[in-house]
């Protein structure tokens, strides 16, 4: 079975979990975290986890929770990013938005929700490594809150009134899409126990990855038109595209020091490349 497979596998048993003892009060919480978590995601972070695992040769069994944590994280900042308060859209995924299915009230809930139970499953899955366990929260807590993607996010907020550098632009996509893609990756490093130098050179990698990745969506948004203050409006596309490239041959070059065959790892950057979606 595909790793990814194994992961749908496990997010849907623990749904499962989730949804024993519920009433019809919750019943539709549950359905409303369950529509966006299931609902044709690229399940990009968690391919990238379970690459770095193939290439280390480990279980993907030892990363699997804490992948299931970095979807329901992104899937709430999903829901509560298309909210009316944010950006207000109707489509996600070509697909009704949480909101327009399950109200205002129920979307921002299941958001919480998704986002306290990541924690959850991170200590109740690596409870009997105990400082991994600490490691894990400590990792995402800073990876998503006010130093990170919710920075993001306010840096985002802010941009709409006032016109950002191109460094500060880079440094929202660090914050806001950057943190969680590149924690995605140092937190699997962690579960499969890689030394600390080893960890440090896949943060650098899960760093240029997380950019790597926006840049992307910058470009494929610019497609229909280009947003006022995006980084494509500001340097141009062809200089966004630029960066894309360079960003992505420092990556290739990396992972190749990393294993020189054409591992899984390769596969998911050359597909963000030229991903169309
Ligand atoms: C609401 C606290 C809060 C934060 C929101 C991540 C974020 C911050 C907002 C999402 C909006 C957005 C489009 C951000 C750029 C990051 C990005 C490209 C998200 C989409 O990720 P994909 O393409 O989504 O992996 P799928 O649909 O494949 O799961």
């Known amino acids: 079975m595909q790793a990814l497979d194994l992961f749908e596998e496990h997010a849907q048993s623990w749904l499962k979990s989730i949804n024993k003892n519920q009433s019809v009060v919750t019943e539709k919480l549950i359905s409303s975290m369950s529509y966006s978590l299931f609902s044709g995601g690229k399940r990009f972070r968690p391919a990238l986890g379970l690459a770095l695992v193939e290439i280390y040769g480990a279980h993907p069994k030892t990363v699997m929770p804490w992948l299931l944590a970095i979807e329901c994280i992104h899937t709430y900042s999903l829901i509560h990013d298309d909210l009316p308060a944010l950006d207000n859209d109707s489509l ?7 909101h327009v299915i399950f109200g205002e009230d129920i979307a921002l809930l299941a958001g919480d929700a998704l986002s306290s139970e990541a924690f959850s499953i991170i200590a109740e899955n690596y409870y009997d490594r105990p400082e991994l366990a600490l490691d894990l929260i400590k990792l995402l ?9 919710v920075k993001g996010q306010v840096i985002d907020l802010f941009s709409k009134c006032n016109q950002l550098s191109p460094d500060d632009i880079l440094e929202m996509h660090n914050l806001k899409t950057g943190a969680l893609i590149r924690s995605a990756l140092l937190g699997s490093a962690k579960c499969i126990g890689l030394t600390p130098d080893k960890q440090k050179n896949i943060d650098q990698i899960g760093q240029w990855i997380g950019l790597a990745f926006q840049l992307k969506d910058d470009l494929l948004d610019s497609e229909s038109e280009i947003e006022a203050g995006s980084l494509p409006a500001i340097i141009g596309l062809a200089a966004t595209q630029n960066l894309l490239n360079q960003t992505t041959e420092k990556l290739q070059s990396a992972l190749f020091n990393l294993t020189s065959s054409n591992n899984e790892l390769k596969k998911l950057v050359d597909f963000n490349l030229n991903r169309a979606n």
């Open 141 to 149: 807590s800073h990876a998503i809150g006010p130093h990170g993607m």
């Open 92 to 98: 996600r995924r070509g697909q009704p938005t949480n």
